[in-house]
């Protein structure tokens, strides 16, 4: 019942853009925190977006703000990230994950997640 399948990763050269999918079982999407995660290799997973599908609420990674935008387009339960002027330093892979921790997201980009995707990878080249 739950089901998070990401898709849009890809190579790209710096300064370019992807939009990445998360299509999401009903179950894992409505009124949940969902987000979008990356691990470069030898890295720890960072979060990079949060957003809360029922009210909207978005919060975002420091270092992707003003770049990347999280959407959620609840007819067909899916989460995006919309990932523009692309950097080396956004490489790896990206995960979606949803939370059954709570309502809402709370602690934001910090919020607790219970379920993963499977990932999907970005390679930005300089």
């Known amino acids: 019942q739950v089901r998070l399948v990401e898709s849009g990763g890809g190579s790209v050269q710096a300064g370019g853009s992807l939009r990445l999918s998360c299509a999401a079982s009903p179950y894992a999407y409505s009124g949940r925190c969902m987000g979008w995660f990356r691990q470069a290799p030898e890295k720890e997973r960072e979060g990079v977006a949060t957003i809360y599908t029922g009210a909207g609420s978005t919060y975002y990674g420091d270092s992707v703000k003003g770049r990347f935008t999280i959407s959620r387009d609840n007819a067909k339960t899916t989460l995006y990230l919309q990932m523009n002027n692309l950097k080396p330093e956004d490489t790896g892979m990206y995960y979606c994950?949803?939370?059954?921790?709570?309502?809402?997201?709370?602690?934001?980009?910090?919020?607790?997640?219970?379920?993963w995707g499977q990932g999907t990878q970005v390679t930005v080249s300089s």
């Open positions: 994950a949803t939370s059954f921790a709570a309502t809402g997201c709370p602690g934001g980009l910090y919020a607790p997640m219970s379920y």
